[in-house]
């Protein structure tokens, strides 16, 4: 089994920074399935395995059926709304999650944008592309990657963060998010996978008395539904009608609205409840097969585990080429070409996958030239 700790590097700087003039946009937009192709087993996409349930999927077709008509979100909002005890003008439909970044970076001046990382990497990116400055706090590797809300600095208008966070799968205590908030500063938390971890310990979708928070919710993850592009985000009202305001007239097709309306009802709520319970299992399964040598980094609590593998590059080519694909670490930043984020999978899946590492791992030696 590998060991379970933090990793023995030196500590992260946890003093913000501006991102350098010559880091690309492009990492920034280096995502999991960049790392598919024919043939591969797929643990880079932390995406539910396969396709959606069958009774989402007959909500889905007779969502197509009626899609001559154009989409009404009335309905959908009340229904998420309902669903986390908000007002339906404090929740924002979205073509995917990742939309509301980019609403943020269209309708926000900010004088001074922090990103938390090592985190999702599109908020940064859309900040960025839209011509805001962006400081990072970058995380202490030997604390597990846990948020010390005193990093963030106080003159920050806009604090962006995910909980738990993609890529280290932390989970941040609600308190430590909820201390980041205060008037005249927008806090946007990524809870895209927030209904991975059973009961949402730490959520902060129902907290509407806290000034400039927007929690941004995905069904992509629990529900296998990346390629219908379908999230909101929960805020006061008049910043979700900021927001909004940057949106196309229909941004949100009529199967999302329908696969909110099903997802959000108590019957859904308690499959998806009972999904994260079992992927506690799962992930149990995959942690005990892992070899000597890999190092789990801090607690995982998602749908995905950090690792830490020497020769991390190298082997993550070996891995490719026996058929499998692991995202990459070295896009997100403060992580490095040794960090490798795996999906957790079925026992079976988990258990295979563990022992191709190892083979590799016993396999790669170190250069000649750099011993």
Known sequence: ??????????????????????????????????????????????????APPAWLRAVLHDAIDDSAAYPDARTARAAVAAAHGRRPDGVLLTAGAA?????????LTPRRAVVVHPSFTEPEAALRAAGHRVDRVLLHAGDGYRLD????????DLVVLGNPTNPTSVLHPAADLAALARPGRVLVVDEAFADTVP???????????LPGLLVVRSLTKTWGLAGLRVGYALGPADLVARLAAQQPHWPVSAPALAALRAC????????????????????????????????VVGEPRSSFVLLRVPH????????????????????????????????????????????????????????????
């Open 199 to 209: 009961g949402e310990p730490e959520s902060l979708a129902a907290r509407a008395d």
């Open 149 to 156: 809300p005193t990093a963030v600095p106080e003159d920050a």
């Open 99 to 107: 939309e509301t970044f980019v609403l943020v970076a269209r309708a």
């Open 312 to 371: 991390g590059e190298r082997v993550r080519a070996a891995l490719r080429e026996r058929g499998w694909a692991a995202r990459r670490g070295d896009t997100f930043p403060g992580l490095s070409a040794d960090h490798l984020r795996v999906a957790v999978r079925d026992p079976e899946t988990s258990r295979a996958f563990a022992a191709a590492l190892a083979e590799i791992i016993s396999s790669v030696r170190v250069p000649e030239e750099i011993r």
């Open 264 to 295: 959000t009802t108590a019957e859904a709520r308690a499959e998806a409840e009972d999904a994260a319970v079992r992927l506690g299992t799962e992930r149990a399964a995959l942690l005990d097969a892992l070899p000597k040598g890999v190092t």
């Open 1 to 50: 089994m590998s060991e379970r700790a933090s990793e023995p590097m030196g500590r992260a700087d946890f003093g913000p920074r501006p991102a350098r003039a010559g880091e690309e946009l492009g990492s920034l937009h280096h995502h999991g399935d960049d790392e598919l192709g024919p043939g591969l087993v797929d643990l880079a996409v932390n995406v539910r395995a396969g």
